[in-house]
């Protein structure tokens, strides 16, 4: 019998048992060793509402400050990767990832000039993908895969229905899709129940932790910074706290000579 079917097993068996005893689903997967309990508490937080959060366009503010003062940790990409079960894998070409860091010089090419401090120049930036307004990705995807949400703005992934064409990999101009070249599964730490594993063949990305918005939660990556460098919200609601800081502070975005107007703003 598989490793994932014996846990498969065991994780109904203690569903019957608990359901009898009043457990809740997340308790019996922590019980079953299929939960880590950090990513279980992701976003667990008193602030977290448990109705959805909704906006009519989601945005993200990265304050690189925050970052560069907090030392350039990795508690951001550490939270996403864990509760999307985004696999790791020694060979770099194989490397799949939803949240990076990059150098503010690489992340910001068009912002580099040789007077920019060099503290500036080398603070690690969060990038992700950016849930364009006008999204290349979008437009090659020949299946429908991959589609811009009406509702909100995200950048939404089927992985059911991807061909593994790879055409949106080639169109996004940030790197922000990686490509499955292996089966996964194996290469993931710990695999949370509450997530869907990936297969090998398939494309995937950030889709701004829409699974959690439906909960109630903010981003993995937003409650795990301690710093408070990251936040979330309606750009379209000039009283939320991304259009005051938008309103407030300098900011960039990455490579705006391209059009595709991405929704991720850094302020410095
Ligand atoms: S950052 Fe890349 S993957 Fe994300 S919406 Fe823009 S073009 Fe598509
Ligand atoms: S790789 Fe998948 S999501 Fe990307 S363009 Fe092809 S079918 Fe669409």
């Not at 079960?85 to 990832?97: G, I, L, S, T, Y």
């Not at 996004?172 to 129940?193: L, M, T, V």
């Not at 995937?204 to 919200?233: D, H, S």
Request: aromatic share 6%; glycine share 6%; proline share 7%.
């Amino acid at each position: 019998m598989s490793v994932e079917r014996r846990k498969f097993l065991k994780l109904a068996g203690l569903t019957a048992i608990g359901v009898a005893g009043g457990l809740s689903a997340k308790a019996l997967a922590q019980e079953a060793g299929l939960v880590d309990t950090a990513a279980a508490t992701v976003g667990d937080t008193a602030e977290t509402p448990s109705s959805p959060l909704r906006a009519k366009r989601w945005a993200m503010v990265i304050d690189v400050k925050k970052c560069r003062e907090a030392g350039n940790c990795t508690e951001c990409q550490k939270a996403c990767h864990l509760v999307h079960n985004v696999p790791e894998f020694d060979n770099p070409k194989d490397e799949v990832k939803w949240i990076w860091r990059e150098p503010f010089g690489n992340a910001f090419h068009d912002q580099e000039h040789e007077h920019l401090p060099e503290d500036v120049k080398h603070t690690m930036t969060p990038v992700l993908c950016n849930h364009c307004d006008n999204p290349p990705c979008v437009r090659v995807c020949p299946t429908q895969a991959t589609w811009k949400r009406e509702q909100d703005g995200i950048v939404m992934m089927d992985w059911h229905r991807c061909i593994g064409c790879r055409y949106c990999v080639a169109a996004c101009p940030y790197g922000s899709r990686s490509f499955n070249w292996r089966d996964p599964r194996p290469h993931i730490k710990k695999i949370q129940a509450d997530f869907p594993t990936r297969t090998r063949g398939v494309v995937e990305k950030c889709t701004f932790c829409e699974e959690r918005l439906v909960r109630g939660q903010l981003p993995a990556c937003v409650t795990a910074c301690k710093a408070g460098a990251m936040k979330i919200g309606d750009l379209e609601d000039p009283d939320s706290e991304v259009r005051k800081l938008l309103a407030e502070r300098f900011s960039v975005r990455r490579k705006p000579a391209l059009g595709t107007q991405p929704e991720v703003y850094y302020v410095l």
